[in-house]
């Protein structure tokens, strides 16, 4: 258990719709990461949230957002949902924001999103 | 920009047989570099890290040694067992974690 938890789990719905994803970071850690993991992309950076603040946005689609908020779970925003948006969305925390090896990341189990 | 690649799966082995799964990587700095894993069903765990030349990241029975000359990061394990069986990420560490395409790994009895 890396201390990340992702709710739901699971999530269908259908093209058109807008979806909220849950991501609470490891007690302490303050830098909130998004991926996306599909078959063709594979593993796909989105967005880092650094207490609060945008800190680096990555390949996401202007029809998905994010926040992190003052307690710093965050939360991902998907809108306008198509049938290529199916994947599996994990959420990352680590202490810091920065790279190197202090960036260690911690992974949540994931969101499994099915668009039909 | 920095790019990591790893070698394209899948890898079948048998129980107690030796694995290297290569990693090689383009940076512009000196980034710190991880091998992830994914077991069926799971996220990423961290397996093993390094964060300079010549460093040697191990964890439970997989290595993997900063090379810098060779601009790679091999990941070997000396006798693989069935439970290692998962995806493999080789990943670079900038803002966010730049991962390689994954090697699946099928161990059999």
């Known amino acids: 258990d890396s201390g990340v938890t992702q709710t739901p789990k699971h999530l269908i719905t259908a093209t058109g719709q807008r979806v909220t994803l849950r991501c609470s970071p490891r007690?302490?850690?303050?830098?909130v990461y998004w991926y996306q993991q599909s078959l063709d992309q594979g593993l796909q950076f989105l967005i880092q949230?650094?207490?609060?603040?945008?800190?680096a946005k990555g390949n996401i689609l202007e029809r998905f957002s994010a926040q992190q908020f003052p307690d710093l779970h965050s939360e991902l925003n998907l809108s306008s949902l198509e049938l290529g948006d199916s994947a599996l969305y994990f959420c990352?925390?680590?202490?810091?924001?920065?790279?190197?090896?202090?960036?260690?990341?911690?992974f949540g189990p994931g969101t499994r999103l099915t668009v039909l | 920009g920095d790019s990591v690649t790893q070698m394209e799966g899948p890898v079948t082995l048998s129980e107690e047989a030796f694995l290297t799964i290569n990693c090689t990587y383009t940076a512009t700095g000196y980034p710190s570099l991880f091998w992830y894993v994914q077991y069926p069903g799971e996220g990423l765990q961290l397996l093993l890290k390094a964060t300079k030349a010549d460093d040697k990241g191990s964890n439970k029975g997989f290595e993997a040694t900063y090379r810098k000359e060779t601009t790679s990061f091999h990941l070997e394990k000396g006798s693989v067992q069935v439970s290692d069986s998962a995806v493999y990420f080789c990943a670079l560490s900038e803002i966010a974690m730049r991962f390689g395409a994954g090697t699946r790994l099928t161990v059999k009895p």
């Open positions: 007690s302490g850690d303050l830098s």
């Open positions: 949230y650094y207490n609060g603040e945008e800190r």
């Open positions: 990352a925390s680590s202490v810091i924001g920065g790279s190197g090896g202090y960036n260690e990341q911690f």
